[in-house]
């Protein structure tokens, strides 16, 4: 069975730095893409970034690049986002998902399974 489980999250001054794990159970995480996405009170979740199944490529929305860095351990099936720069204004619930296929998804629809999220707390 398929499960994301993601840890990590905490309070942080803003300028500070968090990682985010993003531990798989049930597959094989570097053969599949995983996203991360944060999400608001009362809002949609908003795509952060995702690193490819195939090559590992990783890919940023632009109001994270430069401040935000994806990376994979194979060893421990386990995707770490590691946020630097942190803002008060960021959605503070933050989420990994997969869709199943080893390419990062442009919709968020085809992310198919997902973890329950771990919450970030910028103070200012």
């Known amino acids: 069975q398929v499960h994301l489980v993601e840890s990590g999250g905490g309070l942080v001054q803003a300028g500070g730095s968090l990682r985010l794990s993003c531990a798989a159970s049930?597959?094989?995480?570097?053969?599949?893409?995983i996203g991360w996405f944060r999400q608001a009170p009362g809002k949609g979740r908003e795509g952060v970034s995702c690193?490819?199944?195939?090559?590992?490529?990783?890919y940023y929305d632009d109001s994270v690049k430069g401040r935000f860095t994806l990376s994979r351990d194979n060893a421990k099936n386990t995707v770490y986002l590691q946020m630097n720069s942190l803002k008060p204004k960021y959605p503070p619930f933050y989420y990994c998902?997969?869709?199943?296929?080893?390419?990062?998804?442009?919709?968020?629809?085809?992310?198919?399974?997902w973890g329950q999220g771990t919450q970030v707390t910028v103070s200012s």
């Open positions: 998902a997969t869709p199943l296929g080893s390419s990062c998804p442009i919709r968020r629809a085809d992310y198919v399974s």
């Open positions: 049930g597959f094989t995480l570097d053969l599949y893409a």
């Open positions: 690193i490819s199944g195939s090559d590992g490529s990783a």
